[in-house]
C-alpha cells in the first residue's frame, strides 16, 4: 500500500469516527480523536501499513491526550510514549484515536468513566464490558480494523466477548508494559482486539518482545505469530482441558449451552476434550481484589495536584492533596484506593495481602499442574452477555464477579483468548482459550481453526 493510499484510509477512519460519534448513533467509544490533517505512516511498506488503530487511553502517546478515562488527567500530554505505540508505528499503524476506559482501568462495564459510559454497539442500552470497552465497541462497531486494550482481570477479553470480537491477553512480560499507566503492576499486560485470530496475531506480532525500558519484559524472542497460528489444517492431537469450576451457579444458561457447543466443536475439529480441575478457582476473586486493589493504592498515589494532572489548591499541602484527589477521582476509584490502603496497612498486610499472594501461589500451581496434561483449556469469558447500563453500577460485588472466569490467568500470569462462539439473547459470547506461559502460539492456532470452522466473527451488530 502506498503512504498516500494508507493515509486516505486512516483519514476516512476518522471521518467514521467522528461521524458516528456525532449522531444519534453515538457509542461515546472515543475521548479523543486524531487531527486528519497531521496524519503520517512511519512504515509505508510495513504489515501495518495504513492500518487504522484505536489506542485504549491509559497508553501514553505523543500527539494525543492520556486521561485514563480520569478527570485527575484532563488534558494532560504525555512527554513520551508508549513501547507499544513506537511498535505499532514502526509497523506502519496509524493512530486515530484514543478510546474510552473504565477510570484508570477499574471496572467491568466501562461505565466508570468520568467521559460517561459507552454503549454497545449490538444494543445501545447494553454496555460493551471493561475495562477497555471503547477499544471493544469501536471495533466491533467497524469503526476501526484494530484496537489496543489493557488487561489486569480480563479486561481485553471480556469487553471482545461481550462486543463480539476477538481479544487476547498475552503471557505477563511478553508485551512492555513502558508508556502503560499502571493499575495492578503485576497484573496489568497490554493486548490487541480485532474483527478476527489472524488481525489480532498480525498486531501481537508487530507489539511483542523484549524491551530494556521494562524490568518485566521478558528477554524472549517472539515468534512469527501469523506463521505460528496456521500450522496444520486441524486439531488432532490437541488436548483441550475443560474445568469443572468454571461451569457454576451464576453462568447463564444461555452462554454454558453455547460454550458447551464450542466445545464439541473443537472436538470435531480433532481435539481431545479432558475433564480438567482447578480447584483454587474460587479464590481467585477475593485474591484478585485485594492484590490489584492494594497495588492501585501505591500506584495511584503519584496524583497529588503536584507534578502533573489536576490541581485544587487548599490551605495547605495535605489540603491541596485532599481537594485534588476529592475532585480528580469517581466513586469506584476512590473505592478501590481504600481497600487497597487498608489491606496494606500495619497490622492487616499479613492477614490479607501477604496471605492473597500466597494464594496467588497455589492458583498458578493449579495451571501448571494441569498444562501438564492438557495443551490449552476453554472456559467461558464472562458468566452472562452484556448487560443493561445501570444494572450492576451500585452493586460493586456483582461488578466485581463478573471477572470470575478471568481473574486466574491474570493471577497466575498466563495468556488467554476470546474468540466469539455463538449468541445468547441476541447477544455475543465469547469462549475463552487458556494457554500456558509464552503459549500465545497454541491459543492463537485454537482459536483460528475454531474461527475457521465457524462464522461467528463474521456476525456484525444490526445496521452495519
Not at 174 to 194: C, T
Request: charged share 20%; glycine share 12%.
Amino acid at each position: 500500500m502506498s503512504a498516500t493510499d494508507g493515509l486516505e484510509r486512516a483519514r476516512a477512519s476518522i471521518a467514521a469516527i467522528r461521524g458516528r460519534e456525532a449522531g444519534s448513533e453515538a457509542l461515546n467509544a472515543f475521548l479523543s480523536v486524531a487531527d486528519p490533517d497531521g496524519l503520517s505512516i512511519g512504515n509505508p511498506q510495513g504489515v501495518l501499513a495504513g492500518v487504522p488503530l484505536a489506542v485504549k487511553d491509559n497508553l501514553a502517546t505523543l500527539d494525543l491526550d492520556t486521561t485514563c478515562g480520569s478527570r485527575v488527567l484532563e488534558g494532560y500530554r504525555s512527554p513520551f510514549e508508549a513501547t507499544v505505540i513506537t511498535r505499532a508505528r514502526a509497523a506502519g499503524a496509524v493512530v486515530v484515536g484514543k478510546t474510552n476506559m473504565d477510570e484508570f482501568a477499574m471496572g467491568s462495564s466501562t461505565e466508570n468513566s468520568a467521559y460517561g459510559p459507552t454503549l454497545n454497539p449490538h444494543d445501545r442500552t447494553r454496555v460493551p464490558g471493561g475495562s477497555s470497552g471503547g477499544s471493544a465497541a469501536a471495533v466491533a462497531a467497524g469503526l476501526v480494523p484494530m484496537a489496543l486494550g489493557s488487561d489486569t482481570g480480563g479486561s481485553v477479553r471480556q469487553p471482545a466477548a461481550l462486543c463480539g470480537v476477538v481479544g487476547i491477553k498475552p503471557t505477563y512480560g511478553r508485551v512492555s508494559r513502558y508508556g502503560l499507566i499502571a493499575h495492578g503492576s503485576s497484573l496489568d499486560q497490554i493486548g490487541p482486539l480485532a474483527k478476527d485470530v489472524e488481525d489480532v496475531a498480525i498486531l501481537l506480532t508487530a507489539i511483542a518482545g523484549y524491551d530494556r525500558r521494562d524490568s518485566t519484559s521478558l528477554n524472549v524472542p517472539a515468534p512469527d505469530y501469523l506463521a505460528e497460528m496456521k500450522r496444520g489444517d486441524d486439531l488432532k492431537g490437541l488436548k483441550v482441558g475443560v474445568p469443572a469450576e468454571y461451569f457454576i451457579e451464576g453462568l447463564e444458561a444461555g452462554v454454558e449451552s453455547t460454550i458447551r457447543a464450542a466445545i464439541g466443536q473443537l472436538a470435531g475439529l480433532g481435539a481431545e476434550i479432558v475433564d480438567i480441575s482447578l480447584p483454587h478457582t474460587q479464590y481467585a476473586i477475593p485474591v484478585y481484589y485485594l492484590i490489584s486493589t492494594a497495588e492501585a493504592s501505591a500506584n495511584l498515589s503519584r496524583y497529588d495536584g503536584v507534578r502533573y494532572g489536576l490541581r485544587r489548591d487548599g490551605e495547605d499541602m495535605w489540603d491541596t492533596f485532599r481537594q485534588t484527589r476529592e475532585a480528580g477521582f469517581g466513586p469506584e476509584v476512590k473505592r478501590r484506593i481504600m481497600l487497597g490502603t487498608y489491606a496494606l496497612s500495619a497490622g492487616y498486610y499479613d492477614a490479607y495481602y501477604l496471605k492473597a499472594q500466597q494464594v496467588r501461589t497455589l492458583l498458578r500451581r493449579d495451571f501448571e499442574q494441569v498444562f501438564e496434561q492438557v495443551d490449552v483449556i476453554v472456559s467461558p469469558v464472562s458468566p452472562t452477555v452484556a448487560f443493561e447500563i445501570g444494572a450492576k453500577i451500585d452493586d460493586p460485588l456483582q461488578m466485581y464477579l463478573m471477572d470470575v472466569f478471568t481473574a486466574s490467568l491474570n493471577l497466575a500470569g498466563f495468556c488467554g483468548i476470546s474468540v466469539p462462539c455463538g449468541f445468547s439473547e441476541g447477544m455475543p459470547v465469547g469462549l475463552q482459550i487458556i494457554g500456558p506461559a509464552l503459549g500465545e502460539s497454541a491459543i492463537l492456532r485454537t482459536a483460528y481453526r475454531y474461527e475457521q470452522a465457524t462464522e461467528w466473527h463474521q456476525q456484525k451488530p444490526a445496521g452495519l
